[in-house]
């Protein structure tokens, strides 16, 4: 149980396009989920944290008008990443928590995508 | 606000080793704590997790972990370990009460060699 399903899990996309991601939750719904970016040899850093039938928190100095996050349902989350340049390229790697936010249920992650902007 | 400290940033052993992974913690507030595992190309997949009461935690393939609120440290150790254990190993930590987000160390390579 409690499957976090990310898509696409790679992507490669000319500099200027834009490119969404889909992150669901398959068998529980998902109040919150977070979206992290993965740099090659580094850690996860939360980008935003999205919350569905409310506006997204974003981390400082993450631009939210270029990393568009759409919580539309309980159970899906899509970040769009728009006007992508060379150096959006990342491993963007979604999460939920099947539990209570708060209550020290492990998030679950999706299995990333791999963007590659040419 | 939390911060991770994983000190070593590789870790290579031979099969059938020992290996500790060290972690370390600073917060103000109560945590909770997490060992997930990243292969190459994939999302992170739960180790074991601290939340509250017996302070050894272990997973169901061999691995431990203890929590020393003292010492602020939830190192992951394991005694005996495999080829196919050869992963990337987060540490993280959540705030308790929060809505969840993890801060996650910079991760321990763990290169396992026959």
């Known amino acids: 149980g409690a499957v976090v399903s990310q898509h696409p899990s790679w992507v490669i996309c000319k500099s200027g396009t834009s490119v969404k991601i889909e992150c669901r939750s398959l068998?529980?719904?998902?109040?919150?989920m977070f979206w992290y970016r993965q740099f090659p040899k580094q850690s996860l850093m939360l980008m935003a944290t999205?919350?569905?039938?409310?506006?997204?928190?974003?981390e400082q100095g993450v631009e939210k008008d270029k990393f568009l996050i759409n919580h539309a349902s309980l159970t899906l989350s899509t970040l769009t990443v728009t006007s992508a340049h060379p150096e959006d390229s990342s491993f963007y790697i979604c999460?939920?928590?099947?539990?209570?936010?708060?209550?020290?249920?492990?998030?679950?992650f999706g299995n990333g995508t791999r963007l590659t902007v040419t | 606000a939390q911060s991770v400290t994983q000190l070593d940033s590789q870790v290579p052993v031979f099969e059938e080793a020992p290996v500790e992974l060290r972690c370390n913690y600073s917060?103000?507030?109560?945590?909770?704590l997490f060992w997930y595992v990243q292969y190459p190309n994939q999302g992170l997949q739960l180790l074991l997790k601290?939340?509250?009461?017996?302070?050894l935690v272990e997973s169901i393939n061999g691995f431990e972990a203890e929590f020393n609120k003292s010492q602020t440290s939830f190192h992951l150790r394991k005694p005996s370990v495999h080829i196919s254990d050869t992963a990337e190993y987060f540490c993280?930590?959540?705030?308790?009460?929060?809505?969840?987000?993890?801060?996650f160390g910079k991760g321990t390579k763990l290169s396992v060699k026959p």
């Open positions: 999460s939920a928590p099947p539990g209570g936010a708060g209550d020290g249920s492990p998030l679950h």
């Open positions: 068998d529980f719904q998902a109040t919150t």
């Open positions: 999205s919350n569905e039938g409310s506006k997204a928190t974003y």
């Open positions: 917060s103000s507030v109560s945590v909770y």
């Open positions: 601290y939340l509250s009461g017996s302070t």
């Open positions: 993280a930590v959540s705030e308790r009460g929060s809505q969840g987000n993890l801060i």
